[in-house]
């Protein structure tokens, strides 16, 4: 984890602009819930927790960099919004079962191996109210990152070469059946792929979307 306090460190990664997914979701349930409560995975900077509170959303984020969260914190502030930021790990969510209508992974859970994903997962659907979704984008292994990689490996992969990830420690990219898997507790599953290729046909990026559901009768 030490690199991506560095790279926040560095300046690298602080952005300011909620990602368009994020705010489609975000209008769409506020239409339905207007005390709508959000966990962010990995919020970073919090250019989503931001985009959230300045739209009257309970939000909550969590992140390994505490470079990241003071920029975070900074920023909402000073605009005098609020949000329940910590410093944190993924396998050990610091809030009560039932808590969130959301919880958001935009690529964050992919940045640990496949074991604390596992773990992770269940912290989510322990903090998700009954009926609550989970928003997750995950890199699939046919993102050329994964095969480019010195250390290609089903669990985590290290050593990435791909242009855009020579600074990060390490990824975990996913298979179909590791999405099933993965998200086995989770009810009404939708999952994607998205690909982008060139016109001859390489695939330049490859990544999971998935929505799914805690039951609508607490398991807890």
Known sequence: ??????????????????????????????????????LELGCGAGNNIYFMASEGIQCAGIDCSPSALRFATSRIEESQLTADLRVGCFTNLPWSANSFD???????????PREQIKTALQQVHRVLKPGGRIFSQIYADSHPAHHSALNTSPEFSKGMLH????????LFFASALDIKQLFGHFVKTSVSLNKAETLSGRITSAQWSIIAYKSDVDQS
């Open 1 to 38: 984890m030490a690199s991506w306090e560095s790279i926040y460190q560095s300046g690298q990664q602080l952005n300011k602009y909620p990602f368009s997914e994020i705010v489609s979701l975000i209008f769409q349930m506020k239409k339905s819930n207007q005390s709508l409560k959000v």
């Open 102 to 112: 959301l919880v958001i992974d935009r690529s964050a859970l992919n940045c640990v």
């Open 163 to 170: 242009e855009g990830f020579q600074d990060i420690d390490g």
